[in-house]
């Protein structure tokens, strides 16, 4: 490779002091350096020169610093300098220098590839996030579409069963406003007597008694104890097995306990006793309609009182008037209550169709079972682990606890 001499190094100087302007510092290098006797042609050489040998000597000295002995192409990890770097650094500096360079840029390659994978997973997790986001809101939709056609089909047996009503207390109506035949009473409690002395007589019984016709049938008021209290329909009664204590539900959210005192009734005891326990059920404000108590029933000992009322609730109750538990699985009204003889099972039977066995010791559901098509209108026990249910389905089924079929089923009925 040739170099450039020392003349023609002057006369690049020189061109480039009279084309930047610098006239007296052109004419002096020019005096010293005798330019005018230089056999250089000025017309064949370029205007720039000196600046472009200048910048291409940099570049070469770039391209230098960026080559190492194991490099084959250094188009991808390219690192540009400083001019004033070049100029005062030797070229292992340089090399240095642009390694620790292209170190610092390799880290903050990786560090940003690692943002960009921390990015797209954090899109995926996002994108995993809404799609079960979207998968939570159709089971919603479709738990929501599930109850609001359960709520319609409790509504249709709830119009059925209240169109049953309405039938059946059109009838009662018919036949109290049918005219009876008026017939003497005492003629045919004769003739009543005279029928039973015959087959007396027949069968070699014994004699019969006179039948008295003079005392009136009426029984007198003060034999009588009337409970007020209840301020809508009364659906159901019960005794308790102690026989002092009376249970009743009303269409009023309530159930009471009536304490009736042994023997015959006194004055102050035919407006009610005295000592009555209200049980609600329901708090504050509520649809006290939704919480009619449809059904009751005592355990065998007397101690606990069972309600179920139309909100598809059971509860328990002390006699004191307590509340022990609240029974919630049912999702329609509850229209039937049975303890077992042991007292440790509780069967209600409700209109959505199933029956439930409790565990009244945890107030737990031991079994549901849901045989039926129709409502559950009735329930009873036969031992301490199997019963029978029926249904306006017109079917009745035999379970057992711990059976998932019924034991026996009858059909025959049919309304």
């Given amino acids: 490779?040739?170099?450039?001499?020392?003349?023609?190094?002057?006369?690049?100087?020189?061109?480039?002091?009279?084309?930047?302007?610098?006239?007296?510092?052109?004419?002096?290098?020019?005096?010293?350096?005798?330019?005018?006797?230089?056999?250089?042609?000025?017309?064949?050489?370029?205007?720039?020169?000196?600046?472009?040998?200048?910048?291409?000597?940099?570049?070469?000295?770039?391209?230098?610093?960026?080559?190492?002995?194991?490099?084959?192409?250094?188009?991808?990890?390219?690192?540009?300098?400083?001019?004033?770097d070049l100029i005062t650094k030797d070229v292992y500096e340089l090399q240095r220098m642009i390694k620790e360079k292209k170190e610092n840029l390799q880290k903050e390659r990786e560090k940003e590839k690692e943002k960009e994978k921390e990015k797209e997973k954090e899109k995926d997790k996002e994108s995993n996030r809404e799609r079960e986001r979207e998968r939570e809101r159709e089971r919603g939709r479709e738990r929501e579409k599930d109850r609001q056609e359960k709520e319609r089909e409790l509504e249709r047996d709830r119009e059925r069963i209240e169109k049953e009503k309405v039938r059946e207390k059109a009838k009662d109506?018919?036949?109290?406003?049918?005219?009876?035949?008026?017939?003497?009473?005492?003629?045919?409690?004769?003739e009543k007597s005279n029928v039973?002395?015959?087959?007396?007589?027949?069968?070699?019984?014994?004699?019969?008694?006179?039948?008295?016709?003079?005392?009136?049938?009426?029984?007198?008021?003060?034999?009588?104890?009337i409970l007020e209290g209840h301020a809508s329909e009364v659906f159901a009664c019960a005794w308790s097995p102690t026989g002092s204590l009376l249970a009743s539900g009303s269409g009023d959210s309530t159930a009471r306990i009536w304490t009736i005192a042994d023997g015959p009734c006194t004055s102050s005891m035919q407006n009610g006793p005295s000592n009555v326990l209200v049980?609600?059920?329901?708090?504050?404000?509520?649809?006290?309609?939704?919480?009619?108590?449809?059904?009751?029933?005592?355990?065998?000992?007397?101690?606990?009182?069972?309600?179920?009322?139309?909100?598809?609730?059971?509860?328990?109750?002390?006699?004191?008037?307590?509340?022990?538990s609240t029974l919630n699985k049912h999702k329609g009204p509850v229209f039937s209550l049975k303890w077992n003889k042991k007292g440790d099972y509780l069967l209600s039977g409700s209109v959505d169709k199933t029956a439930i066995v409790w565990d009244v010791k945890t107030g737990e559901w031991k079994q549901q079972y849901d045989f039926h098509t129709a409502p559950t209108l009735d329930v009873d026990w036969r031992n301490n682990n199997s019963f029978a249910t029926c249904s306006t389905d017109t079917m009745i089924y035999v379970?057992?606890?711990?059976?998932?079929?019924?034991v026996k089923a009858f059909a025959g009925h049919q309304a």
């Avoid at 002057?10 to 510092?25: C, I, K």
């Fill in 196 to 225: 039973k002395h015959d087959d007396n007589e027949a069968c070699g019984g014994p004699e019969p008694m006179d039948v008295c016709t003079s005392l009136s049938c009426e029984i007198s008021s003060t034999d009588v104890t």
């Fill in 279 to 324: 049980l609600k059920h329901f708090k504050g404000r509520t649809n006290e309609k939704s919480k009619d108590v449809t059904t009751l029933d005592w355990n065998g000992e007397g101690t606990l009182l069972a309600t179920g009322s139309y909100d598809g609730q059971a509860r328990i109750w002390g006699r004191d008037g307590e509340l022990r």
């Fill in 1 to 84: 490779m040739s170099s450039i001499t020392s003349v023609e190094l002057n006369y690049l100087v020189f061109r480039y002091l009279q084309e930047s302007g610098f006239t007296h510092a052109a004419f002096a290098l020019g005096y010293e350096a005798g330019i005018n006797k230089s056999p250089i042609d000025g017309n064949m050489v370029p205007p720039g020169a000196l600046i472009t040998f200048v910048q291409k000597g940099l570049q070469y000295l770039e391209l230098e610093a960026n080559l190492n002995s194991g490099d084959t192409d250094v188009d991808d990890d390219f690192a540009f300098v400083q001019p004033l």
């Fill in 399 to 406: 379970c057992k606890i711990g059976e998932s079929h019924p």
């Fill in 173 to 190: 109506k018919e036949k109290q406003h049918e005219e009876p035949v008026e017939r003497d009473p005492i003629k045919d409690r004769e």
